[in-house]
T-cell receptor
Framework: GAGVSQSPSNKVTEKGKDVELRCDPI?????LYWYRQSLGQGLEFLIY????????KSGLPSDRFSAERTGGSVSTLTIQRTQQEDSAVYLC?????????????FGQGTRLTVV | GENVEQHPSTLSVQEGDSAVIKCTYS??????FPWYKQELGKRPQLIID?????GEKKDQRIAVTLNKTAKHFSLHITETQPEDSAVYFC??????FGSGTQLTVLP
């Protein structure tokens, strides 16, 4: 596609439910990143993929968070047993180069609200 | 891990004045330093970046300077316009972002 696409754009879920967020990166981009942005805050790094492998998972805040990437393309971020503090905008980005040495292009984000 | 500090958190300038935002980092091995602009409700977009083999880079009204010895880099916007109003983030690589600067350009 023309840019990084994320779905859904908005998600409201009840506390305790699981959610899956999807990211479709720019075709050919081998690096993919997930970030979390709380209201009025900066970007918190969650996980980085190079191809299908995740050499850096250091940002995942708890074992309720997991992510996978298949076929070197689409990635899903899963949050299990959601809590209210998980409410935020989840941003995905992709880039051509490895480990953050080239420009990253962001998706429009998924706004997650846990009620 | 890497730590990035960004200052100031808010900055108001009169239209036509210059704005400077500064970031310091901790990992001396870092070699890529991008700056992103995020308008309200929109995604971050790269406005300029610099690599460790150069000290300064300019693109029209925007410039970035890098001091590897001191481990800090700065964003300079000259002749500011109201449309420059946004949140600006520095980053080290793509994994660590500064906390952001809300820039307001007053007409």
């Amino acid at each position: 596609g023309a840019g990084v696409s994320q779905s859904p754009s908005n998600k409201v879920t009840e506390k305790g439910k699981d959610v899956e967020l999807r990211c479709d990166p720019i075709s050919g981009h081998t690096a993919l990143y997930w970030y979390r942005q709380s209201l009025g805050q900066g970007l918190e790094f969650l996980i980085y993929f190079q191809g299908n492998s995740a050499p850096d998972k250091s940002g995942l805040p708890s074992d309720r968070f997991s992510a996978e990437r298949t076929g070197g393309s689409v990635s899903t971020l899963t949050i299990q047993r959601t809590q209210q503090e998980d409410s935020a905008v989840y941003l995905c980005a992709s880039s051509l180069g490895a480990r953050g040495n080239t420009e990253a292009f962001f998706g429009q984000g998924t706004r997650l609200t846990v009620v | 891990g890497e730590n990035v500090e960004q200052h100031p958190s808010t900055l108001s300038v009169q239209e036509g004045d210059s704005a400077v935002i500064k970031c310091t980092y901790s990992d001396s091995a870092s070699n890529y330093f991008p700056w992103y602009k995020q308008e309200l409700g929109k995604r971050p977009q790269l406005i300029i970046d610099i690599r460790s083999n150069v000290g300064e880079k300019k693109d029209q009204r925007i410039a970035v300077t890098l001091n590897k010895t001191a481990k800090h880099f700065s964003l300079h916007i000259t002749e500011t316009q109201p449309e420059d109003s946004a949140v600006y983030f520095c980053a080290v690589g793509q994994l660590t972002f500064g906390s952001g600067t809300q820039l307001t350009v007053l007409p």
